[in-house]
């Protein structure tokens, strides 16, 4: 069940009304509430890391701002389903809960590596030896992300579901509700076998010297997956979502450089379809349901 987090940095009680108007017919400067998700071992390495990139945007759009990080994937469909975000940062899965309880709209994708997806993965001790996955793994201990994960709850729940024909709840000695960061720490100091995460964060984790490149060993990855998207409320006009695709899509790799954390590269158009794979999946663990 979805839980609401507390923000690291609050941003409620505005009004959204921003996207009422085209911005060129503003009068007055607005305050922007942008919202963003775990993408970092903390709130406030993804706050410094993420914040020059909505100064930027907010700059963009004559406006200021106000930045919240949430301690979880699920916080961030609660923040945008109680309204207390102007524009968001979501995991795919995030904000596919999200599109699902208040049609907010995802317009934009982000390049990694100058790629719009990425890949969940599964990492082992580097003692561990999987040949076959998972019939190797079973009976040891695994730790899943927290349930509004989109690589490290929702697309392992779905395989094993789906493609292995298992439960993991008692195929494996089972946890859920990690963060990313923690699932990779906790398999590198031998708390548990096996942990969730998805390939981006491992990576960042090992340049940033988070934990060793031999650490961790990845024995399991899924096929891509859309990345993050940027996300506006239900209701936001065509021209107002027009005018953030052309900004975020006019970003150059250069300017994303100085911007951006490390890799990535800048954005392409999005829409709610382009994340049918996630919602599918999505609506297959019962977690969701189809829209009639």
């Known amino acids: ?17 921003w996207a009422l ?3 060129a017919r503003a009068q007055t400067r607005k305050t922007l509430r942008f919202g963003v ?9 993804t706050k410094k890391s993420f914040g020059p990139f909505f100064a930027w945007l907010a700059a963009q759009l004559n406006a200021d701002y106000e930045l919240s990080a949430t301690t979880d994937w699920a ?32 317009l934009a994708t982000v390049k990694y590596d100058d790629q719009p ?23 040891k201990s695994i730790s899943f992300a ?24 008692t195929f494996w000695q089972y946890t859920e509700g990690a963060t990313h960061a923690a699932n990779e720490v906790a398999v590198q100091s ?11 964060n491992r990576n960042a984790m090992i340049a940033s010297h ?24 239900h209701g936001t006009s065509a021209d107002r979502v027009a005018q953030i695709q052309h900004i975020l899509t006019a970003l150059t790799p250069q300017q994303a450089a100085t911007l951006l954390p490390p890799r990535y590269t800048g954005f392409v158009t999005a829409t709610h379809a382009s994340y049918s794979v996630i919602e599918n999946a999505g609506i297959a663990v019962g977690k969701i349901r189809a829209k009639s």
């Open 190 to 200: 031998a708390q548990v076998d096996l942990a969730t995460d998805f390939d981006r």
């Open 75 to 106: 916080g961030m469909a609660v923040a945008m389903g109680a309204g207390q975000l102007d524009l968001a940062w979501m995991g795919p899965w995030g904000y596919v809960i999200a599109n699902n309880a208040t049609q907010c709209q995802a």
């Open 1 to 17: 069940m979805t839980t609401r987090r507390m923000f690291v940095a609050g941003a409620a009680g505005l009004a959204s009304s």
């Open 21 to 23: 108007a085209p911005l």
């Open 117 to 139: 997806f990425y890949r969940g993965i599964i990492v082992g001790g580097p003692e561990i030896e999987v040949k076959h996955f998972p019939d190797d793994t079973k009976g």
């Open 210 to 233: 988070k934990i060793k490149p031999e650490g961790t060993k990845i024995v399991w990855t899924s096929d891509p997956l859309p990345n993050d998207a940027i996300v506006v409320p």
């Open 37 to 45: 998700g775990p993408l970092l071992p903390s709130a406030d390495d």
């Open 146 to 169: 927290d349930v509004g994960s989109t690589s490290g709850w929702l697309i392992p729940t779905w395989y094993a579901k789906e493609v292995w024909k298992i439960d993991p709840k």
